[in-house]
């Protein structure tokens, strides 16, 4: 039984990551078509760093996963402290809340944002899909995931020695500053990471609210794809699966952390 | 000299969501240098107390007075007191040094004073050396020591101990009792020190109060709460004691299931008292006694301490728990007793203390 209770371990994770090892390695794979290996290169990644409507693309991806982190994770992290700190009416269905852009359909979510935009550009002339409403989008989603790891953080901290330091003479802003903040620092982070990594490899939401001249490195493979798969879209995926597998390493390791 | 008051509470009460009363009714005035103990059982109140006084918790009436200020819109962060909390609340984060500064830089003091005072309260505490240490790398008793050290330095006008030694094995508690007690006398700083330990707040207060159900039972000195307690609750808590119901005939004597038993005076004939004596207080006897307070018993249990030979005996009226020293001869009170054996308890009159509180189930009148 045990043995089995293996193998199937094995297959499972086969399953998982088998298909991400051979885009990787066709990603350093001479031959242009097919999947045969015809030996080592590195020229495809060095074609995509001199492509230059890559660069835009993955400029693109990485202001919208910085900003969209950037106000994600100060939302997230006042929402956690709030459902941490106050009592209010209302309180258990923010709770519940919470958990929706986690585990509601992206497609679903991508379509309301879109029909949301719509609505307020009708309305104000605001909201040209562009950059911003990418941002707006990644937001929606990642202020559940920030504030759902900074929850855990701050379960595990003493209400005692946010007393302590008003013992000692800190007001609510200092307390913050030296005590709170730097303890549940680690699961903002980790939060952060979290949902840095989530922006950057967001397919649905952001092909829903993007606009013309706001393509993104996930909406460029897609493209791509469409007109047949090359190596140098294997290159591309192998250098956002890195970034995400970092992201989520160092998350790991800062939750870790006492 | 009079005494300065430095804590006046009057009439404070506290009810928790969901209706429990915490504290009701309570009206207490601690002096100046005073080490003063809030002794009772986990959920009278002490901790409420306490939080009250930190700024923890508001109360619903009353007033809180500190250093003759009414402290109502006073928060924590203001108040010339500091706490040493349960479970220590060390900074995680900060090294020792910094725990310890943490309140001095909060009041925004020069870096030579706090370099200076933080040494100052590490000597006093005995943790010199362990400045650059984390609080996980310390052993209970260094914990506490930072945690008193972090709440001294800056010199409140009254330290809020809340059970400190609770979590320390015994041998440790004892010597941090002593330690606590040549702090609290050298600095001259009131302590108001909460603890369920019955023997830790006899041996450390000047004054002490016994809590139950958000009251105060009775206040006084240590040795007036255990040789005059005012009710059956301190009697009971404060050590052990015998407590018989009385029926007073004369104002000096009693009706009793052992008897007719004689009192220092005090009582009023018609009504019902409990009369309580001390284990200790009670005088065994081979041969009968030929004094009036006497009943006829046969031991039961024996349960050896070491120091003390603790006797239940058994009487026609009911149970006697009775202690003698274990001093190894044969004078009256000393002798060793061995079961089923009869012996002959005295009961001396000044030693019974006559109870006035109402009797089983009676309501009690309500709070002043």
Redesign the interface.
């Known amino acids: 039984m045990p043995r089995l209770l293996k193998l199937h371990t094995y297959l499972v994770l086969a399953f998982l990551y088998l298909p991400i090892a051979v885009i990787v390695a066709l990603s350093f794979n001479q031959s242009r078509f097919g999947v045969r290996w015809t030996g080592f290169t590195w020229q495809w990644y060095l074609r995509l760093f001199h492509h230059h409507r890559v660069a835009v693309y993955a400029e693109n991806t990485l202001i919208v996963a910085v900003a969209s982190t950037l106000i994600a994770t100060v939302l997230g992290t006042l929402l956690a402290l709030g459902l941490y700190r106050y009592s209010f009416r209302l309180k258990g269905a923010i709770r519940f809340l919470i958990y929706v852009p986690v585990v509601i359909p992206d497609i679903v979510m991508g379509v309301a944002l879109l029909l949301f935009f719509a609505w307020v550009r009708v309305h104000t002339g605001w909201l040209r899909l562009s950059l911003t409403t990418i941002v707006l989008g990644h937001v929606t989603f990642q202020i559940a995931y920030v504030a759902l790891v900074v929850r855990s953080r701050l379960a595990g901290l003493?209400p005692?020695?946010e007393?302590?330091?008003?013992?000692?003479?800190?007001?609510s802003y200092?307390t913050f500053r030296?005590?709170t903040l730097?303890?549940i620092l680690p699961g903002v982070l980790a939060g952060a990471l979290l949902a840095f990594t989530l922006s950057l490899d967001d397919f649905v939401i952001t092909f829903f609210t993007a606009g013309p001249g706001s393509t993104t490195l996930p909406l460029y493979i897609f493209g791509s794809v469409k007109r047949g798969v090359t190596p140098e879209i294997h290159a591309l995926s192998s250098i956002l699966i890195a970034a995400t597998t970092v992201g989520l390493v160092l998350g790991r390791a800062l939750l870790r952390r006492? | 000299m009079n005494p300065t008051p430095v804590v006046e509470l009057e009439g404070v009460r506290k009810v928790f969501d969901g209706g429990t009363v915490a504290l009701d009714g309570v009206t207490l005035t601690v002096y100046e240098g005073e080490f003063f103990s809030l002794l009772g059982p986990s959920g009278c109140g002490k901790t409420t107390l306490l939080r009250i006084l930190?700024?923890?918790e508001v109360p619903d009436a009353g007033t809180v007075r500190i250093a003759g200020v009414d402290v109502r819109e006073v928060?924590?962060?203001?108040r010339p007191?500091?706490?040493v909390?349960?479970?220590y609340?060390?900074?995680?984060?900060m090294t020792v040094f910094d725990n310890i500064a943490?309140?001095l830089r909060?009041?925004r003091r020069p870096p030579a004073e706090v370099r200076r005072k933080v040494g100052w309260a590490m000597e006093l505490v005995q943790i010199e050396g362990l400045s650059a240490r984390r609080p996980?790398e310390l052993s209970g008793g260094q914990k506490q020591r930072v945690a008193l050290a972090?709440?001294l330095v800056?010199e409140p006008r009254v330290l809020l101990l809340d059970e400190p030694l609770g979590a320390l094995d015994l041998k440790l508690r004892k010597q941090l009792q002593i330690e606590l007690m040549r702090l609290q006398m050298e600095l001259g700083t009131t302590f108001v020190y909460v603890t369920h330990d019955q023997e830790e707040a006899l041996v450390m207060s000047d004054r002490m109060a016994v809590m139950q159900n958000g009251r105060l039972e009775q206040v006084g000195l240590p040795e007036e709460l255990y040789e005059r307690p005012k009710t059956a609750f301190v009697a009971r808590f404060l050590g052990r004691s015998n407590l018989i119901e009385a029926h007073a005939v004369a104002p000096d004597r009693a009706e009793t299931p052992f008897g007719p038993l004689r009192v220092s005076g005090g009582l009023t004939p018609g009504r019902r008292y409990l009369l309580g004596i001390r284990p200790e207080k009670l005088r065994l006897a081979r041969e009968p006694w030929n004094r009036a307070n006497t009943v006829t018993a046969r031991v039961k249990e024996i349960v050896y301490t070491g120091a003390e030979n603790q006797y239940i005996l058994e009487a026609r009226g009911g149970e006697l728990v009775a202690y003698t020293l274990n001093a190894d001869i044969s004078e009256p009170g000393y002798e060793e007793y061995d079961y089923g054996e009869t012996v002959h308890v005295h009961l001396p009159p000044e030693n019974l203390v006559v109870i006035d509180e109402p009797i089983g189930d009676e309501p009690r009148p309500p709070a002043p």
């Open positions: 003493d005692a020695l007393e302590a330091a008003q013992d000692l003479g800190a007001g200092a030296h005590v730097p303890l006492r | 930190g700024g923890f928060p924590p962060y203001r007191v500091n706490t909390f349960q479970n609340a060390l900074f995680p984060h943490f309140g909060m009041r996980h972090r709440a800056n």
